[in-house]
Every structure is written in C-alpha cells, then in structure tokens.
C-alpha cells in the first residue's frame, strides 16, 4: 500500500519560513521522481516544484524560484520542501506527489501516480 504523509504546514507571516515534509512508503523511493504541488480554494492544483530520484536534478514554478527549495533523503525515504519569504499569496494546501517510473519531471497533476493528503500552509499580511 503506497502512503505519502506530509507534515510541517501551519500559519506564518509574511516573511516567514515553513519547511515541509513527506515521508513515502510503498514506492521504491529511489527510483522514482518527487514534487509538490498546491491548492487554493477556487483554483486548480498547481505545480510547485520536482526533484528527480538522484537528487541532482530540480524544477521550480517561476514564482517561487529562489524562495523555495525542494531537497530529499533517499536513506528516510523523504521529501523537504523549504519555503523562504514567505507571502500571503502562497497560502494554499500543499501535495506531496510521488512520480511514475522513469519520469524525471512531472508538472502537472495528470502525470502523478501517487499523492498525499495535503498539509495547509496560511501567511498572513
């Protein structure tokens, strides 16, 4: 059975950090490709950041490029997303999303075969 469970959301000023978490079971974790996606109420859920299974290779969706940095520990089996300077219109419930085999990116829902159960992440004004 494949999990992924997220942690590490909650409320923060603007300006502020938050780093993510997503601790995956039931997937050959080094194998495969990982991202994090978000939702805000009335949007569709969009594509924030990946990272392929050696690590070395990341893409970032341009408004966050330079404030969030997406990172993984193949020996925990976990994925980090760290988010800097933090703003209000990064509020949103955050996905962690676990990639096909063989796919190095992914960036739109469509192509992802797992998901967690989303953790929320408020910057207030």
């Known amino acids: 059975q494949v999990q992924l469970v997220e942690s590490g959301g909650g409320l923060v000023q603007a300006g502020g950090s938050l780093r993510l978490s997503c601790v995956v079971s039931g997937r050959t974790f080094g194998s495969i490709s990982m991202g994090w996606f978000r939702q805000s109420p009335g949007k569709e859920r969009e594509f924030v950041a990946t990272?392929?299974?050696?690590?070395?290779?990341?893409y970032y969706e341009d408004s966050v490029k330079g404030r969030f940095t997406i990172s993984r520990d193949n020996a925990k089996n976990t994925v980090y997303l760290q988010m800097n300077s933090l703003k209000p219109e990064d509020t949103a419930v955050y996905y962690c999303?676990?990639?096909?085999?063989?796919?190095?990116?992914?960036?739109?829902?469509?192509?992802?075969?797992?998901w967690g159960q989303g953790t929320q992440v408020t910057v207030s004004s």
């Open positions: 999303a676990a990639g096909p085999q063989g796919l190095v990116r992914f960036t739109i829902p469509a192509q992802t075969r797992d």
């Open positions: 990272i392929a299974w050696a690590g070395g290779i990341t």
